[in-house]
């Protein structure tokens, strides 16, 4: 098999306040900001107007970008992530529910505080 022309580095959100969306997903995953992590590889402390990255402090699954934008989420995300976890909890933490699991899917269909949408699959295991 050949070698694939690119793979996922990271992910990247936008976020017109970037800070407390890395602080809400962080809380949401159980992730931290690397800046936490590896201060040296990340030139803590970053400037508060610079993207945060956020990882899984065990280092699985994929860093998260939240990137400072101007303007507001108007259109439903074309990429989304997907989340195993307690719909429940999420909410509480202040999710919305867009879309309860139902006959046709088997997960719920969040967003977050600033409305970028995310699946949740209820944990199997």
């Known amino acids: 098999m050949a070698d694939a022309p690119a793979r996922v580095k990271d992910f990247c959100l936008d976020a017109v306040d ?4 890395a602080d809400w997903w962080c809380a949401a995953l ?3 900001r690397l800046t936490d992590l590896q201060p040296g590889d990340y030139q803590a402390p970053r400037p508060a107007e610079w993207p945060v990255p956020i ?3 065990a280092g699985s699954g994929p860093v998260i970008w939240l990137n400072p934008v101007p ?5 439903k995300n074309r990429m989304h992530l997907d ?4 719909t ?5 933490a202040g999710a919305t529910l867009l879309r309860a699991k139902d006959d046709e899917v088997a997960w719920d269909v969040l967003a ?8 949740c699959f209820a944990d199997e295991g």
Not at 88 to 92: G, S, T
């Open 71 to 75: 303007e507001p989420k108007t259109v």
């Open 88 to 92: 429940a909890a999420l909410l509480a």
């Open 112 to 119: 977050d505080p600033e409305g970028n949408e995310f699946c």
């Open 55 to 57: 990882a899984d402090p």
């Open 30 to 32: 159980g992730y931290v």
């Open 83 to 86: 989340v195993v976890g307690d």
């Open 18 to 21: 970037h800070q407390a969306q």
